[in-house]
């Protein structure tokens, strides 16, 4: 049993609880028990207990002198937005983060057992390895023979990740001088709208997550006109391997409003037909970006 609260446990436990909450279909206004979810996650009270504590900060709960918490809403605060894939089927929990976010910090070695990130999280070892599944999925760790998971090198690697943008100059550009190329009318018009709304606000409320989901959308959108799997999948796993790097790069970049204005003009050129002057432009967009990346990945990659 967890008999600690880290704030990583409490925001874990806080998820888990408001998962169940609309799994049950439980209605507001209705009584929460801590001993319920003891019972129900085999945790002790003091981390339940700091879990509806973090519940009642973002507003799906609330507290009552004497009588104890009580259901508010269930899509206030984050979770009406954390429940959301990072992309479609995607199974990256926010703990995949915490570990890939601390193994960058260097808080955490390149070779870790499950034992040990149990530990480090105050978490069951069947909730880590959930976690590590997934992040071997996504590229981001493989399993030791025998005992263990070991970071894999292109999160720590400069070169790789200069690797990964030299790639997808290879392939992008490429797509859209595929004979077959089309464009999707519906999809370019909600990329047309995100991405106007985003440059007449600056950016100024768009966070890393966002950034990254905004960028991938985009990139992948306009490669799917190709209607050439190769292409489309090889950048779909480019985009998984470089998600986390990318999150610590849009938090160090100035504004994204720049590389959308870019991406505004590249939708210009292909429902235009210019496909090949897109084709062109896509590359000196492409390679800007991997420029003003490499620099601010410089400090990241200093470890």
């Known amino acids: 049993m967890v008999n600690s609260a880290s704030p990583l446990t409490a925001e874990l436990l806080a998820k888990r609880i408001h998962t169940l909450i609309n799994e049950e279909a439980i209605p507001v206004g209705s009584h929460l028990t801590e001993a319920s979810y003891v019972t129900k996650l085999k945790v002790s009270r003091t981390p339940i207990r700091a879990a509806f504590q973090f519940l009642e900060e973002q507003g799906v709960v609330k507290r009552q002198p004497n009588r104890g918490f009580f259901l508010v809403d269930t899509k206030r605060g984050l979770f009406a937005d954390a429940d959301e894939p990072l992309e479609q089927g995607s199974s990256i929990s926010p703990l995949c983060f915490t570990i890939g976010v601390d193994y960058l910090k260097n808080q955490i070695a390149g ?55 030299r790639f997808r100059l290879l392939i992008e550009p490429a797509a859209l001088r595929e004979p077959g190329y089309q ?103 492409l390679e800007r970006t991997r420029q003003e990346k490499m620099r601010i990945a410089q400090g990241i990659f200093a470890r």
Request: charged letters at 25%.
């Open 111 to 165: 070779k870790i057992t499950e034992a040990e990130l149990a530990k480090k999280y105050t978490l069951g070892r069947s909730t880590v390895l959930q976690a590590m599944h997934a992040m071997e999925a996504e590229g981001w760790v493989s399993r030791l023979l025998g005992y263990g998971w070991e970071f894999n090198e292109f999160l720590t690697s400069q070169a790789t990740y200069d690797q990964c943008f």
């Open 183 to 285: 464009v999707n009318e519906k999809v370019f018009g909600q990329l047309r709208q995100s991405l106007t709304e985003a440059v007449s606000e600056e950016g100024s409320t768009i966070s890393e997550r966002q950034m990254y989901i905004n960028g991938t959308y985009f990139h992948e959108s306009i490669v799917n006109g190709s209607n050439n799997q190769f292409l489309i999948e090889s950048l779909k796993r480019a985009n998984r391997l470089r998600r986390l790097i990318e999150y610590h790069v849009y938090a160090r970049r100035e504004s994204p409003v720049p590389e959308y204005k870019e991406h505004l003009a590249i939708l210009d050129l292909l429902e235009a037909g210019d496909n090949q002057q897109a084709a062109v432009y896509l590359t000196e967009h």
